[in-house]
């Protein structure tokens, strides 16, 4: 018997405002997608436009970022000076490319910027004392931090003491007392008067250079070249790519296709990616996690080099090196996944999260973390034993803050850090089973149990197997560049007929399936059960992903197939409104919103 494997939500119902309705509509949009781009966050025109703006336009002033004035006084005091700079970036994809932005940007104007990336297992993560000894035995006098250094407090005094000023450049939670740097460049700041605070570290440091080459000649066009760096970290971070963030993307995959910097352009060879292919699934699976391979199992400064080279003899050399640490990678975290399901399946219950540790490598422990909570929907946190320590990373799911969270565990920690979606932790081992117990009664609090255990998958669109065709993908892909906050969109495509099915290499399951006249194909990755389970002839709702491929010579459209149900499934699914019937298409606007715009 078919049953599907995810519960579905469908959208809910939305009353749309009329002049947003009709730009929309006005910008080629249909009314079922107007309504999709409302529950994206483009809830007015304001928004519209900024989401259909031309090719690098849609950014804000960097000016309005918080201590703007003060990061640019002090750079230029600097320069004046000719004092030297240590930068000082995260470990991760997002550091590292922050890093790599930063220093371009400040060699750009004439100051000698040395890079610095702590060790993940001797350092951790926020600015380190090692690095403020690094500074003082190499005269740096001035440090700059980028996707870190928010909760440096102690840090922070302690290079002030030296002589030694700090700029924080970051994007994580401040603490109610934060360091007394020489700026604090956070747009989470209580008095931020930044329009978009989801900026990656990344993001932040792409701002950061923008505004300090504003004035050079090419200098807005140069900062426009880091955007490539701001795009691979924010999609690293998992950062929403709506607003600015998008901006970013947009540009910086364009960047990449046309002109990539040396290091890229070596991964990019090594596999097998041509540069105009990428996009942001190339970035996420491709890119990142190569960057993020040389800090989880060996030198994260290598990445760093990578990313600032210019010479594309070392960019291979480099490459090929972080290119054998991610096949490391791949195995450790492999290992560490098959015992950290091995404990949970030995623990009784089913708690409202993943609390879980064991012996594991400290680079892979945010991997499996984000697996966890992939595959089980609830928040994940998984840590490793260091010598009476417990370091941890933590990955949400449903929504669950992670950040408020371990705030209200701070008693218990030595030092967190993090954001809503991704946080960390280190705290004595004696104190793990208290910090559980609270975790999961935050957890329980927050995220009641659902009656169906099943993980969640949102319906973006609900349409019949007639509305499936190029001028419909052709609207979804202005969309893109998709991702966190902004997914490729899912769509339940309704009574669709199976007349073919067989497993495919892999464990993959390919459908050839009737609508109407016409039929489509289908692939459903890792789903060889339903091999088992579908026949022939069976009537069935998808809910798959639109996409295009090619085979000998031609081009055809293919639905990625994510979960099956019967026919009829779609229209009963969850959702916290009926969604209503529009121009024939379940889209979950409010037909009253058309009222005076047709």
């Keep these: 018997m078919i049953e599907p494997r995810f519960r579905w939500r469908r959208p809910s119902t939305v009353r749309l405002d009329a002049a947003f309705l009709a730009a929309t509509i006005a910008a080629g949009f249909s009314d079922r997608v107007a309504a999709l781009l409302h529950s994206r966050g483009v809830t007015d025109v304001v928004a519209l436009e900024a989401f259909i703006a031309p090719l690098g336009e849609g950014f804000h002033d960097p000016a309005l970022l918080p201590d703007a004035d003060r990061l640019v006084a002090r750079i230029e005091r600097a320069r004046r000076a000719d004092e030297k700079v240590l930068v000082f970036g995260d470990f991760d994809a997002d550091g590292l490319t922050g890093l790599a932005i930063m220093v371009r940007a400040l060699r750009r104007i004439g100051l000698d910027a040395e890079p610095y990336v702590p060790s993940r297992l001797e350092e951790g993560h926020g600015l380190s004392l090692r690095a403020v000894d690094t500074a003082e035995a190499t005269g740096r006098s001035l440090v700059v931090t980028v996707d870190t250094g928010s909760s440096s407090v102690a840090e922070v005094a302690e290079a002030a003491r030296r002589g030694i000023d700090v700029i924080v450049t970051d994007h994580h939670r401040l603490p109610p007392d934060p360091p007394r740097a020489a700026a604090l460049v956070n747009p989470h700041r209580a008095d931020s008067r930044y329009p978009d605070p989801r900026l990656a570290g990344s993001g932040v440091a792409f701002k950061v250079a923008q505004l300090l080459l504003r004035d050079l000649p090419d200098g807005p066009e140069a900062a426009l070249r880091l955007a490539a760096l701001a795009t691979i970290g924010t999609v690293a971070d998992v950062a929403p790519i709506i607003g600015e963030n998008r901006a970013i993307a947009r540009v910086g995959l364009d960047r990449i296709a046309r002109a990539p910097l040396p290091g890229l352009t070596a991964l990019l060879a090594l596999?097998?990616?041509?540069?105009?292919?990428?996009?942001?699934?190339?970035?996420?699976?491709?890119?990142?996690?190569?960057?993020?391979?040389?800090?989880?199992?060996?030198?994260?400064?290598?990445?760093?080099?990578?990313?600032?080279?210019?010479?594309?003899?070392?960019?291979?050399?480099?490459a090929e090196r972080l290119q054998a640490a991610n096949l490391v990678r791949r195995e450790m975290t492999r290992t560490?996944?098959?015992?950290?399901?091995?404990?949970?399946?030995?623990?009784?219950?089913?708690?409202?999260?993943?609390?879980?540790?064991?012996?594991?490598?400290?680079?892979?422990?945010?991997?499996?973390?984000?697996?966890?909570?992939?595959?089980?929907?609830?928040?994940?946190?998984?840590?490793?034993?260091?010598?009476?320590?417990?370091?941890?990373?933590?990955?949400?799911?449903?929504?669950?803050d992670l950040a408020a969270a371990l705030a209200d565990c701070t008693d218990l920690f030595i030092r967190h850090?993090?954001?809503?979606?991704?946080?960390?932790?280190?705290?004595?081992?004696?104190?793990?089973?208290?910090f559980r117990e609270r975790f999961l009664a935050l957890v329980t609090a927050a995220l009641p149990p659902a009656s169906d255990p099943r993980p969640e998958l949102r319906v973006d669109l609900v349409v019949p197997g007639s509305a499936v065709d190029y001028a419909f993908l052709a609207e979804l892909r202005r969309l893109d560049p998709t991702g966190p906050g902004n997914p490729d969109p899912l769509i339940a495509v309704e009574d669709l007929t199976v007349t073919r099915i067989r497993a495919a290499n892999g464990g993959h399951a390919q459908l050839t399936l009737r609508k109407r006249v016409e039929v489509i194909d289908g692939i459903a990755f890792g789903r060889a059960d339903l091999v088992e389970?579908?026949?022939?002839?069976?009537?069935?709702?998808?809910?798959?992903?639109?996409?295009?491929?090619?085979?000998?010579?031609?081009?055809?459209?293919?639905?990625?197939?994510?979960?099956?149900?019967?026919?009829?499934?779609?229209?009963?699914?969850?959702?916290a409104g009926d969604p209503t019937p529009v121009a024939g298409v379940a889209t979950g606007l409010d037909p009253t919103a058309l009222a005076g715009i047709r």
């Excluded at 699976?285 to 594309?312: K, M, S, Y």
């Design 417 to 434: 850090g993090g954001h809503p979606g991704a946080a960390g932790f280190e705290l004595a081992s004696d104190h793990w089973d208290a």
């Design 533 to 575: 389970v579908v026949r022939e002839g069976d009537r069935l709702d998808v809910l798959a992903r639109l996409v295009t491929r090619r085979f000998g010579g031609y081009e055809s459209l293919q639905l990625e197939i994510r979960d099956v149900a019967p026919a009829g499934y779609a229209a009963t699914a969850d959702g």
């Design 271 to 318: 596999a097998g990616v041509a540069p105009e292919a990428v996009d942001l699934e190339t970035v996420a699976f491709t890119i990142a996690p190569r960057l993020n391979a040389a800090g989880r199992v060996g030198d994260a400064t290598e990445a760093a080099r990578l990313l600032l080279t210019d010479d594309p003899a070392e960019a291979a050399l480099l």
């Design 336 to 400: 560490a996944m098959v015992e950290a399901q091995a404990v949970l399946a030995a623990e009784p219950g089913d708690p409202a999260a993943t609390v879980v540790r064991g012996d594991w490598p400290v680079g892979v422990i945010g991997l499996v973390a984000g697996r966890l909570a992939e595959e089980r929907g609830r928040p994940a946190v998984v840590g490793t034993e260091l010598d009476g320590v417990v370091r941890a990373s933590c990955r949400s799911a449903g929504g669950f």
